[in-house]
């Protein structure tokens, strides 16, 4: 039964009230950061969309072996690894990688996007900033953060904190409106030719119906990205 004592067996509360409470608060901060990466992502696709730019092919071979690589780590942390993985699905390293190619290319786009956009903007990480950011690794990875200082360079965090602040500025800058998702139209159907009709009782045909054409389907507009 949904009552208190369920509540108070399955969780840190009391009463059913306060655990419904929690779980409503828990959906609805998901349900905000899941939409806020979403627009996070059409934003940063619409800056690659009109980006111009020459990508060097060795970058987007070097991020395809570094998704690879963490494809691997997945494998490897449930007792697998990529070559078992291959040897049972008979796939190869050139066929991964060639899943993998599109994707990489388009990680790279947004990559030197963000990266000329922190350069025109001028955008700065303060030594407080990369601090906390080390700290924050040091605590992920339970290690020393002296440790994690020498493993990691500085200029490389300095970068991604740099590159965070460009998708925040573009946040900022850009124009977003809430809308409904559009619902599709079904396509109008044909109506067929009215039949000839039996004749009157003065021996008099109706003319047979004229078809009624079809209304052509309105085209989708896309979603504002």
Do not use: H, W
Request: proline share 2%; net charge negative; with cysteine.
């Amino acid at each position: 039964a949904l009552d208190d004592e369920f509540a108070s067996e399955v969780s840190e509360f009391d009463t059913l009230d306060e655990l419904k409470k929690d779980i409503r608060a828990k959906l609805t901060e998901a349900a905000e950061k899941s939409a806020e990466t979403a627009v996070e992502e059409q934003l940063v696709e619409q800056v690659v969309e009109s980006m111009e730019a020459e990508i060097p092919q060795c970058m987007v071979d070097r991020k395809t072996d570094e998704m690879l690589q963490e494809f691997d780590y997945r494998l490897q942390s449930q007792g697998l690894n990529l070559d078992l993985y291959m040897k049972y699905t008979g796939f190869s390293a050139d066929t991964f990688k060639e899943t993998y190619k599109e994707q990489a290319l388009n990680q790279v786009k947004i990559r030197l996007a963000l990266e000329e956009i922190v350069k025109l903007e001028k955008i700065e990480v303060t030594e407080e900033e990369l601090n906390a950011e080390f700290e924050k690794m040091a605590s992920a990875y339970s290690m020393d953060l002296e440790k994690i200082k020498e493993l990691v360079p500085a200029e490389d965090i300095k970068l991604d904190l740099a590159v965070n602040k460009a998708i925040d500025l573009i946040k900022s800058s850009a124009e977003v409106s809430e809308s409904a998702p559009e619902k599709k139209k079904a396509p109008a159907k044909k109506k067929a030719a009215a039949k000839e009709e039996k004749a009157d009782e003065d021996g008099e045909k109706k003319a047979p119906a004229k078809k009624k054409t079809t209304k052509k389907k309105a085209e989708e507009t896309k979603d504002a990205e």
